[in-house]
């Protein structure tokens, strides 16, 4: 298998975030319809979005448990992902009984129920939510992260703008008591079994 570093999971997790919320928008498309013809059609696409999505989420939560118990981290950086991991099961457990619902419906030929519609819409807001505390693992405590790039060299050790401060923000962020960049052969472990 072709390796992508760190992992799989952010391959995975972009298709689970763009499925659901494009299934949510189309389902919301298709109850304000005007037309039955094009109420019928923006409800293949919900559908065929929302399951695509579901069969996807199953992976990207594999992907991410994978994530979770291999990537180098430190004590900060574990409790972000451990924020993020548990966001990420309760969001992935209502999308697949969103799901669920929705090919049962189908099944039935039923038409979307308002409570459907709002487990739908809470699926893509907590989508939204477990997308943004991975990116926090991510771009702020640096998990998955190999390594940064130096500001060295001619034309380099600059700033590329000003917070307002006399500084950049690039500066800014390096300084964090936050900043992270471990490398995977630099990992602790801890009596919770995994390494950190």
Same mark, same amino acid.
């Given at each position: @298998?072709?390796?992508?570093?760190?992992?799989?999971?952010?391959?995975?997790?972009?298709?689970?975030?763009?499925?659901?919320?494009?299934?949510?928008?189309?389902?919301?498309?298709?109850?304000?319809?005007?037309?039955?013809?094009?109420?019928? !059609? +923006?409800?293949? &696409?919900?559908?065929?979005?929302?399951?695509?999505?579901? %069969?996807?989420? $199953?992976?990207?939560?594999?992907?991410?448990?994978?994530?979770?118990?291999? &990537?180098?981290?430190?004590?900060?950086?574990?409790?972000? @992902?451990?924020?993020?991991?548990? +966001?990420? %099961?309760?969001?992935?457990?209502? $999308?697949?009984?969103?799901?669920?619902?929705? +090919? +049962?419906?189908?099944?039935?030929?039923? *038409?979307? *129920?308002?409570?459907?519609?709002? &487990? %739908?819409?809470?699926?893509?807001?907590?989508? #939204?939510?477990?997308?943004?505390?991975?990116? =926090?693992?991510?771009?702020?405590?640096?998990?998955? $992260? @190999?390594?940064?790039? =130096?500001? =060295?060299?001619?034309?380099?050790?600059?700033?590329?703008?000003?917070? #307002? !401060?006399?500084? *950049?923000?690039?500066?800014?962020? @390096?300084?964090?008591?936050?900043?992270?960049?471990?490398?995977?052969?630099?990992? =602790?472990?801890?009596?919770? #079994?995994?390494?950190?």
């Amino acid at each position: @298998m072709i390796e992508i570093i760190p992992n799989w999971h952010p391959f995975f997790v972009h298709f689970t975030v763009a499925l659901v919320s494009i299934s949510v928008a189309f389902h919301l498309l298709a109850r304000l319809a005007s037309t039955e013809p094009l109420r019928e !059609h +923006w409800q293949i &696409v919900a559908n065929w979005t929302l399951w695509s999505g579901a %069969l996807i989420t $199953v992976i990207t939560v594999i992907a991410g448990w994978y994530a979770y118990n291999t &990537v180098a981290h430190d004590e900060p950086s574990h409790q972000a @992902m451990t924020v993020h991991r548990n +966001w990420a %099961l309760a969001t992935a457990a209502l $999308v697949l009984l969103a799901a669920a619902w929705s +090919w +049962w419906i189908h099944r039935k030929k039923h *038409s979307v *129920s308002a409570i459907l519609l709002a &487990v %739908l819409l809470t699926s893509g807001a907590l989508v #939204g939510i477990t997308g943004w505390h991975g990116a =926090e693992a991510v771009y702020r405590y640096g998990l998955g $992260v @190999m390594s940064l790039p =130096e500001a =060295e060299g001619e034309g380099h050790a600059h700033s590329h703008g000003d917070d #307002g !401060h006399g500084g *950049s923000s690039h500066d800014t962020l @390096m300084d964090s008591p936050h900043q992270n960049a471990v490398s995977p052969s630099s990992e =602790e472990h801890h009596d919770d #079994g995994h390494s950190h």
